[in-house]
């Protein structure tokens, strides 16, 4: 199977990336490097430096999305206190990302998309494990950013039929 993981120089997306590898599936990674670590790849799988919140990049990255099964979309900015500095440019790779990513699944019949959400759209946790049915109130750029890009992987995956997990690690 091809998979294709965004994000997949990152801690849990290397992680992955290793892990679908290790079971020989065709991997391709698209990540542009921000806070991915180059040290996280792995030689077995092929890697795309590309930003997927800039709209000069949607033709390569569709070819990247050509005959995927699945996609694995773990990019995203993260933590608290620059997404407070800059939301601006949360919002842009956060959710234009999510939503670049949505329309080309769309657009190359992709069957499955798996998502790293963050439990941050809770906000502070008042009792841990949260459950998936507690109140949504998130308190951080991060964490809204986050939240709208579940919404929009949910809203695409029932209009366009898409299979899809969302995960609120």
């Known amino acids: 199977m091809k998979y294709v993981v965004t994000g997949g120089a990152g801690f849990i997306g290397s992680n992955l990336v290793d892990e679908l590898v290790s079971q020989s599936h065709k991997v391709h990674v698209i990540d542009n490097f921000i806070s991915g670590k180059k040290e996280n790849c792995n030689k077995d799988a092929k890697y795309h430096k590309i930003d997927i919140a800039d709209e000069a ?3 390569i990255i569709k ?17 608290i206190v620059p997404s407070i500095e800059n939301p601006d440019l ?4 956060n959710v234009v990302g ?4 949505a329309s ?3 657009e190359n019949k992709v069957k499955k998309i798996i998502y790293t959400a963050s439990s941050s759209c809770y906000g502070i946790a008042k ?7 507690a109140k949504i109130d ?3 750029p991060y964490a809204l950013t986050k939240y709208l890009g579940e919404e929009i992987l949910i809203h ?8 899809l997990i969302s995960l609120r690690l």
């Open 138 to 140: 998130p308190k951080y």
């Open 90 to 93: 949360y919002f842009k790779s």
């Open 63 to 79: 070819n990247v999305l050509d005959k995927c099964d699945t996609v694995f979309h773990c990019a995203a900015l993260a933590d």
């Open 127 to 133: 009792k841990t494990p949260t459950k998936e049915n």
């Open 98 to 101: 999510t939503q670049n990513i």
């Open 57 to 59: 990049n949607l033709s």
């Open 156 to 163: 695409w995956s029932k209009l366009f039929n898409i299979n």
């Open 104 to 106: 080309l699944c769309v």
